[in-house]
């Protein structure tokens, strides 16, 4: 029977004592929140925290979506559930009820939370595409205030991020920008199973129907979640067709990363990646036209 090492255990009842804790417990505390990413690694021993703090408590504090006329923001606490049922949040970002329609199932949707999953920096992590597409950035707090990091710059390497030491992830910013629209696609090997390959992408018209900005984020095809800048470059002032999409297909599988394991060889992934790419732009692209339309 797998059985973690043994642990001390805190549980926060605000985000200050919660960055208290962390300062004062050392570099071997680890937040907990749903659990569920980091309990299985613990049980591997493949994780071995000498201190857990608990900060199931603070959802109170840091749930909730708030959809603003430039912006939204959504709390780090905010769990996989309620970003599949927010309406609000679906109308801006119908990128994000694609995601959460296929990320593992019931339970872990219930439990699992935007900061744990971002935070656990895991490559084939499905939110971490998502806010990579969408260029969002991510409020870091600790002891000297708070700083705001790009997701282009918050995951350092597989399963590491720019949190430091006494700091956590509080909030997640996603800029609101008129005629446009995004979407998701995931090929697993089961429902609701890691990512073989996972493609997001957003796409922003001018107001003569071109492609003023596009954006696509790539998860299980590197050694971190990988946006693709080439595909902006490319695809900026063109007008959108199959063509694009190839073009940009073509761009994803040529600058992605995969390697070969046992969830397919590495020209298999690549093969997905541009495929997916191609199938969320024209998704995004149909969307954001039909809402220019309404």
């Known amino acids: 029977m797998q059985v973690p090492a043994p642990i001390e255990y805190e549980r926060a009842t605000s985000v200050d004592h919660a960055i208290g804790l962390l300062e004062r417990l050392g570099e071997e505390a680890r937040l907990i929140a749903g659990g569920h990413s980091l309990l299985p690694m613990m049980k591997l021993r493949l994780a071995n ?6 900060i199931n408590d603070l959802h109170d504090e840091l749930s909730y979506v708030r959809v603003g006329p430039t912006e939204v923001r959504i709390g780090a606490m905010t769990r996989h559930r309620e970003l599949l049922e927010s309406d609000e949040l679906a109308a801006v970002c119908p990128i994000f009820r694609d995601a959460e ?40 707090r600790g002891t000297g205030g708070e700083r705001l990091v ?42 609701g199973d890691w990512a073989v390959t996972a493609a997001g992408a957003a796409i922003w018209l001018d107001d003569h129907d ?12 590197g050694p971190n979640t990988t946006g693709i800048p080439e595909v902006s470059e490319a695809l900026r002032g ?28 590495a020209d298999y992934k690549r093969h997905l990646a541009g495929e997916l790419t191609r199938r969320t732009l024209r998704t995004a692209w149909e969307r954001a036209s039909a809402e220019g339309a309404a």
């Open 101 to 140: 329609r296929v990320i593992a199932d019931p339970p872990v949707r219930n439990r699992g939370t935007l900061g744990g999953a971002l935070c656990q920096a895991d490559p084939s992590e499905d939110l971490s595409s998502v806010c990579t597409t969408l260029d969002a950035s991510c409020v870091i």
């Open 49 to 54: 925290p000498e201190y857990l703090v608990d």
């Open 210 to 221: 071109a492609i003023a900005d596009a954006r696509v984020g790539l998860a299980a095809v």
């Open 238 to 265: 063109r007008r959108p067709s199959e063509e694009a999409w190839e073009l940009a297909g073509s761009i994803a599988a040529a600058q992605c990363r995969p390697v070969t394991d046992s969830r397919g060889s």
């Open 150 to 191: 790009s997701m282009d710059d918050f995951h350092v390497g597989p399963y590491e991020t720019v949190v430091g030491h006494a700091e956590m992830l509080i909030e997640v910013r996603i800029p609101v920008r008129p005629r446009g629209s995004s979407a998701y696609a995931k090929v697993d090997r089961r429902a």
